[in-house]
């Protein structure tokens, strides 16, 4: 068994049963469509992407750093793909990026740290990025979109509370700076 | 694309997060050797495990009598299993039996068939094996095992209710051959 530390993104489809329920052919396409560049940004971002089971996606970066711009590539991506659908066939991510010390056996990605991970993916809203402070504190003053702290939350099955900041990637990059630089306070989702 | 129709066998781990949270490294020694058994089991059933992520295993089988013997098969030996370990190292398995017409792609199993699996097996108490009743009607007075109604539930992200039968696998042979005969009533859990 192989243990390494890495940042773990986990991503997963909004109401993916429910879609699946509605239109599972229309629903599969569009999936297979998105995790076509859902893939691909990850392996630009040097991630690797472990076994996934419908619509979620785990993938583990050596860096917190490209684990973030990766989750920011993807949700960029994805939302100037969903502009051009019909209402619909929009099919939004939820990610969760977190610190932690995994395990890699045949093939396959375990620990705290990956459940953990999946949890933040679930706290987060359509089309968001949460990451856990340990993931934070890796990235603070490293990339160039601000983030808004969530406060802490308590978690399904995990034992302490975690806490979580969002990723405000949808300023555009003026804003960004502005807020980076202090002269812009964040505006209200 | 591939469409067929399938049963679909889901299990997890009851309070994974949890048992990683506590001990990683025992937690992911004992899911390795349940889940050898459980692939064993479920390959001696003529099913195929599909895509697995962390503690879920996603299978499909050809037969829904097969699928729900396989079920059997999995919980019985978990059990002899933990019945030698330490309270503190059991691992149990919930698992949700259904049917679907459902659709292949990659190597990976979609449609809302297998999500219904999923949630299905989500709303079983740890060690059970609960079956939608479409697959319930595929293995009525084909199986030696009897099963209690459960009613409907609504399962998230799912449109409409689904009945849930639960098979009672725990009990002895002779118990459950009285009761198929009916010449005994079905015990409480």
Redesign the interface.
Request: hydrophobic content about 40%; cysteine-free; proline content about 0%.
């Given at each position: 068994?192989e243990r390494r530390l890495a940042a773990i993104l986990s991503a997963d489809v909004v109401?993916?049963?429910?879609l699946?329920?509605?239109d599972?052919?229309g629903t599969?396409a569009t999936?297979?469509t998105y995790r076509d560049v859902v893939d691909s940004l990850i392996a630009e971002h040097q991630g690797h992407v472990?076994?996934?089971?419908?619509d979620?996606v785990?993938a583990e970066f050596g860096s917190a750093v490209q684990s973030v711009r990766c989750a920011v590539a993807i949700q960029r991506a994805i939302n100037r793909r969903n502009a051009d659908l019909p209402d619909r066939q929009r099919m939004e991510f939820r990610i969760g990026v977190n610190l932690g010390d995994i395990?890699v056996?045949?093939d396959?990605l375990?620990?705290?740290g990956?459940?953990?991970a999946?949890?933040i993916g679930e706290v987060a809203d359509p089309s968001d990025i949460c990451n856990s402070s340990e993931a934070y504190e890796q990235i603070a003053g490293k990339v160039s979109f601000p983030t808004s702290s969530l406060g802490e939350r308590n978690l399904?099955?995990?034992?302490r509370p975690v806490s979580i900041y969002r990723v405000d990637w949808r300023l555009d990059d003026m804003q960004a700076r502005e807020i980076l630089r202090g002269s812009l306070s964040l505006p209200d989702k």
């Open positions: 068994m109401g993916y049963s429910r699946m329920g509605a599972d052919e599969l999936l297979s472990f076994g996934s089971a419908g979620s785990v395990m056996q045949n396959n375990y620990g705290d990956v459940n953990v999946a949890r399904k099955n995990i034992a």
